[in-house]
């Protein structure tokens, strides 16, 4: 870490985007996490898909729960909304803003023990309602915050920095995502941004539940050997199913790709998801197929990452109840109280 | 490309942009943490064994290293270097304690040194220590040469001349003032060891145009008017001057016109205004006096009636560029301009004269009668005759002239100790971490963007109406502070090392300027534009590292890197660390030998 905020100077060929920010707009406030630490990266990527979204950034509400990865928000995106909630307890938080307001972009931060201990049922319930939402958890197998001990996404038989090896079977946040009905399922790692950056670029895109579990090693507890989320392991283990261009709406379309080498994805809004297949074999439109490849390649000690599963077709919790399409803060008191007149003529179509 | 030998002394050199710009090689953001520190005094010796003349090089250096300055290209004005090496000499205790003592012992050799400026004040600084007998001749009572005689007394006072020519004679420098050399052989026959030329260009070119000969009692050159001023021969000119030419003496010699009784004094220049010679800031400083500068005039005929100058006739030119970008002025077809005047100061450069070098005294001159000289060891044809400042290769400034007399010092400590004067000596060179706690440095590493601070100055109305008085008041302690918190401390050094590096992405993430990245190798002109920020400017280098665990490289581009630090506090293992680099030229003494 450091004390020191980043100079206000930048490179003077810094790009701005198409509402005139410059990805350095993006920026908060000075990271106060360890120095190295994977979350930093993460939020690095999150600023970079902001940037090339062209997000106004008053249009997101960033909202997390408790833990190193929770802090992250206040890391990123500092002109956006913000809410640090209780521990496990963002998506339903989450939630409960989106059906408020369903305009904004909500972006859940979380860690391996905020989703996947205290806050698991949350972590359910919401992909299986299909809030419309990105939910990012920053996997790094350990509590850093209370020095190193294993978390519920840590290997069966990896070792901790004291020498202890897990004992008990791990949770793997993407299958369980993909079985609960997540209509947007990746998997990436810190240390490739070129990986991350799209992936998150296309789940902020997804119409539905998005969920990225993003494996950032934790250099101060976790990054020895005998660790499975260290920087080496998951480097050295690494299976990429594909590599992804997010094509936005007007965007010219200027990549050439190799025929049968693509599938590409028409999201709702019309951004495309040009996948490049770096496995023939893999099919991120086939859910069952995915869960199938996944526990096979895990079983080969393989860590599989890339987009695993989209359905471009998804609906989200507001359609699922037909709620109004205007954000509540917006609806006024004509709307909100239709008068006595409106209420006899709903009460007569009831007799 | 190939991984960078960051132990070559050149290449972090080079990093220190201001370092590597200035001739002499002063440390320079070593000497400005100094004047931070309110240690005027070490601040000062740093700068004296470096460039000999610090208060008067605070004053009137020519500043190759501030448009160098890394500020330049993050920001837009360069840190105030000239400016803050004169708080450096202003502000000192009295140094004369620190300064080397008259060697007790003589070697036995004797260096004659002709004419008493920079150079042969500095090649004498550097031997008179080692036990030469150096001898000084000059033509005038006083030594300091051209800084004396030519620089107005508004710019730099005597005192300042004074004190520091006084610091080199103090060695044990015989000087002889009022002795001009008339004959190159005669002192080739008095059998020195070696002789030195720092003779200067002491001849102002003329313009030869109609009316020259008839109104000459009211022209001058630029140059020995300037010196008559200095040595209080003339003391008024007429009310309406036009001052010729387009250099930093054309600004002196309107400056010092405007004092003398000069009420409508006006510049007129060939070329445009941007072409001009002068630096920037002397520009400036006419223009803060009222003095208009008139560009693409050609000086035709002097209007001449009874023997008097009555003005100046000038033809009006444009700029018309040939395929190779060179520029060519030509008639642009208006009519002709007139100014009347009283007087003409001609300031249309300055040539070398050496009617006192025989030429059969050994010394090949070439085609435009310049000694052949050697540019490394500058040597002339005569292995025991040496040329330094503006007598070897023409008119540069005060800066050039003193590094020329450090190298002349080497290459004559070397001769007379038998050893072959080509081979040069490495500068000495420092690396040392700067690291003094979890998040501290030994350096305010804290940047922000900062605009230059303004040197006061006198007002006009008592700076014109004295040609004595120091117009520049130079920097209080307070603004020198502020200004000095601009370095970027640029020899402070990212140094990496790629067996620590675990490719964690903290650096890249952090660097404010986007100077890192790691990615796949390739050739330079192709890596260049792969960065994360494309490295546009060639001028500066590539740090490249290999060896990492996935077999990329780490790249950094010098160009815009704060010296900020944040690579190293973000890095969890120590691979980047702040270094400090200080370089030191390698001056004669035992360490050149």
């Known amino acids: ?351 | 490309m190939k991984p960078t030998d960051i132990s070559a002394p050149g290449y972090f050199h080079k990093v220190v942009d201001c370092q590597w710009a200035c001739p002499a090689h002063t440390p320079v953001p070593e000497y400005i943490r100094l004047i931070a520190a309110g240690r005027y005094g070490d601040a000062y010796m740093i700068n004296w064994k470096s460039n000999v003349f610090p208060g008067i090089l605070g004053r009137t250096c020519d500043r190759p290293c501030e448009p160098a300055c890394r500020r330049v290209r993050v920001e837009e004005e360069p840190v105030a270097i000239c400016r803050l090496k004169r708080v450096a000499a202003d502000y000192k205790d009295d140094v004369k304690g620190r300064m080397p003592q008259p060697s007790p012992t003589k070697n036995g050799k004797r260096i004659a040194l002709v004419g008493a400026g920079p150079a042969s004040l500095t090649v004498a600084r550097d031997l008179a220590p080692l036990g030469y007998d150096c001898v000084v001749f000059d033509g005038d009572k006083h030594a300091g040469g051209m800084m004396r005689t030519q620089i107005p007394k508004f710019r730099l006072p005597d005192s300042v001349i004074d004190e520091e020519t006084n610091y080199v004679l103090d060695l044990g420098v015989e000087f002889r003032g009022g002795t001009r050399i008339d004959s190159m052989k005669a002192l080739l026959a008095e059998d020195y060891d070696a002789i030195v030329v720092g003779s200067g260009a002491p001849r102002g070119r003329d313009l030869d145009i109609p009316g020259r000969k008839e109104a000459a009692a009211n022209i001058h050159i630029g140059i020995d008017w300037l010196s008559s001023v200095s040595f209080d021969h003339i003391h008024t000119i007429g009310k309406r001057v036009i001052v010729l030419g387009g250099g930093n003496t054309a600004m002196d010699c309107c400056r010092s016109a405007r004092r003398l009784g000069g009420e409508d004094v006006k510049v007129v220049v060939r070329s445009g205004f941007d072409e001009m010679k002068a630096s920037p800031w002397e520009k400036e400083d006419a223009a803060r006096e009222g003095i208009p500068i008139h560009n693409f005039l050609v000086p035709k005929e002097f209007l001449h009636d009874g023997g008097k100058l009555t003005g100046v006739v000038f033809e009006k030119v444009k700029a018309e560029y040939d395929a190779k970008g060179r520029r060519k002025l030509v008639p642009a077809g208006e009519p002709d301009v007139t100014f009347a005047c009283d007087d003409v100061l001609v300031a249309v450069g300055q040539e070398n004269a050496f009617p006192w070098i025989e030429r059969d005294a050994g010394i090949d001159f070439d085609e435009w009668g310049m000694p052949k000289v050697d540019k490394v060891t500058f040597q002339s044809s005569h292995p025991k005759v040496f040329f330094g400042g503006d007598a070897a290769f023409g008119p540069k400034n005060i800066i050039w002239a003193v590094a020329h007399g450090h190298e002349v010092a080497v290459s004559i400590d070397k001769m007379l100790h038998g050893e072959n004067i080509a081979d040069r000596p490495l500068p000495a060179v420092q690396v040392v971490n700067q690291k003094m706690g979890i998040h501290e440095w030994s350096y305010k590493n804290e940047v922000m963007p900062d605009e230059r601070y303004a040197v006061p100055h006198r007002d006009n109305a008592s700076a014109l109406s004295s040609i004595k008085a120091e117009v520049e008041l130079g920097f209080d302690p307070n603004l020198a502070l502020a200004e000095a918190g601009r370095c970027l401390n640029c020899d402070v050094e990212t140094v990496f090392s790629a067996p620590l590096c675990i490719e964690c992405d903290a650096c890249v993430d952090v660097c404010p300027m986007d100077c890192i990245t790691f990615t796949d190798n390739g050739e330079e002109d192709d890596l260049r534009q792969r960065l994360r920020a494309p490295a546009l400017n060639l001028t500066q280098d590539i740090y490249v590292a290999d060896g990492l665990k996935t077999g990329r490289i780490m790249a950094k581009d010098e160009d815009v890197c704060l010296h900020c630090g944040l690579c190293a506090e973000r890095c969890p293992t120590g691979a980047w660390d702040m270094n400090k680099f200080f370089l030191e030229v390698t001056h004669a003494g035992p360490a050149c030998r």
């Open chain 1, 1 to 351: 870490m450091t004390y020191l905020a980043k100079p206000k100077f930048h490179h003077p060929s810094l790009p701005k985007n198409a509402i005139g920010f410059t990805r350095r707009d993006y920026e908060a406030s000075t990271s106060t996490l360890c120095a190295g630490c994977g979350h930093d990266s993460i939020s690095a990527a999150i600023i970079e898909a902001a940037f090339e979204l062209s997000i106004e950034p008053h249009r997101v509400a960033k909202i997390s729960g408790i833990g190193c990865s929770s802090k992250t928000p206040d890391y990123f995106l500092g002109a956006s909304h913000g809410f640090n909630s209780v521990h496990g307890r963002m998506p339903s938080v989450l939630t409960g803003a989106n059906l408020a307001n369903r305009d904004l972009i909500y972006l859940g931060v979380s860690g391996d023990g905020d989703s996947a201990s205290i806050g698991f049922g949350q972590f359910a319930h919401a992909l299986r309602r299909g809030v419309n939402m990105v939910y990012i958890v920053e996997n790094n197998g350990v509590y850093g915050l209370t020095k190193g001990q294993f978390s519920a996404t840590a290997d069966r038989g990896s070792k901790s920095k004291k020498g202890v090896f897990n004992t008990d079977n791990s949770i793997d946040l993407v299958s369980i995502a993909l079985q609960l009905g997540a209509t947007f399922v990746a998997r990436s790692f810190s240390g490739d941004k070129s990986q991350l950056v799209p992936l998150i670029k296309a789940a902020i895109q997804h119409r539905g539940a998005a969920f990225i579990d993003v494996i950032s090693p934790c250099i101060a507890f976790n990054n020895h050997a005998g660790s499975t989320k260290s920087l080496e392991y998951v480097r050295a283990h690494n299976e990429a199913v594909n590599a992804l261009d997010v094509m936005i709406g007007r965007d010219p379309i200027t990549v050439n790709y190799a025929p049968g080498k693509v599938v590409s994805v028409t999201q709702h809004d019309g951004t495309v998801l040009n996948l490049r297949k770096i496995n023939d074999e893999y099919d991120p439109g086939d859910r069952l197929a995915a869960m199938n490849f996944l526990q096979k390649h895990a079983a080969l000690g393989q860590i599989v990452t890339g987009l695993l599963y989209v359905d471009s077709e998804a609906d989200d919790l507001h359609s699922n109840f037909n709620t109004v399409s205007t954000p509540l803060n917006q609806l006024d008191t004509a709307a909100l109280c239709p008068g006595s007149v409106t209420l006899e003529t709903i009460n007569d179509s009831l007799r």
